[in-house]
C-alpha cells in the first residue's frame, strides 16, 4: 500500500492511500496520473511511512503538515509562535529545554516550566 499527500499553496490538505506498484513506477508523475485518472483532481506527490527510515522527505506527511518543495520535505505545523525552524527542518524552541527532568513550554513567559513527578 502506498500513499499520496494532496499539496495545495504548500500545504497538506489531504493524504490517501493508492495500490502499491503502478506499472512498476512510483514516482510523483505516476502516483499524480493514477489519482487523476480515477477521477480525483489536484496536485499529489508521493509520502511513505518509512520516511524517518530512508529519508524520504524527511517524514509521513499529516493534514496541515508544510511541504518544502525546494528542500523536497514535510514539515509539521509550528507548535508555538516563538519557535523557529532549524537547518535541518526540525522546530526549535528560543531557549533549548533543560537536559534533566520533565519540561514543558509555556509560550506566555517563552520559558520552559518543570513538570512536577510524582511517586507513590
Same mark, same amino acid.
Given at each position: 500500500?502506498?500513499?499520496?499527500?494532496?499539496?495545495?499553496?504548500?500545504?497538506?490538505?489531504?493524504?490517501?492511500?493508492?495500490?502499491?506498484?503502478?506499472?512498476?513506477?512510483?514516482?510523483?508523475?505516476?502516483?499524480?496520473?493514477?489519482?487523476?485518472?480515477?477521477?480525483?483532481?489536484?496536485?499529489?506527490?508521493?509520502?511513505?511511512?518509512?520516511?524517518?527510515?530512508?529519508?524520504?522527505?524527511? !517524514?509521513?506527511?499529516?493534514?496541515?503538515? +508544510?511541504? &518544502?518543495?525546494? /528542500?523536497?520535505?514535510? *514539515?509539521?505545523?509550528?507548535? =508555538?509562535? $516563538?519557535?523557529?525552524?532549524?537547518?535541518?527542518?526540525?522546530?526549535?524552541?528560543?531557549?533549548? !529545554?533543560?537536559?534533566?527532568?520533565?519540561? +514543558?513550554? &509555556?509560550?506566555? /513567559?517563552?520559558?520552559? *516550566?518543570?513538570?512536577?513527578? =510524582?511517586? $507513590?
Amino acid at each position: 500500500m502506498a500513499h499520496a499527500a494532496k499539496i495545495e499553496d504548500n500545504i497538506v490538505r489531504e493524504v490517501i492511500v493508492i495500490p502499491d506498484n503502478l506499472g512498476g513506477d512510483e514516482n510523483d508523475a505516476a502516483i499524480e496520473a493514477y489519482i487523476h485518472g480515477i477521477g480525483i483532481e489536484g496536485s499529489w506527490i508521493r509520502t511513505s511511512y518509512n520516511a524517518a527510515e530512508n529519508g524520504f522527505r524527511k !517524514m509521513y506527511a499529516g493534514i496541515g503538515y +508544510s511541504y &518544502d518543495s525546494e /528542500s523536497d520535505v514535510f *514539515i509539521t505545523p509550528r507548535p =508555538y509562535d $516563538s519557535w523557529t525552524l532549524d537547518s535541518e527542518h526540525n522546530w526549535q524552541p528560543p531557549i533549548p !529545554m533543560p537536559e534533566e527532568g520533565i519540561w +514543558s513550554w &509555556d509560550e506566555k /513567559s517563552r520559558s520552559w *516550566i518543570e513538570i512536577p513527578q =510524582y511517586t $507513590s
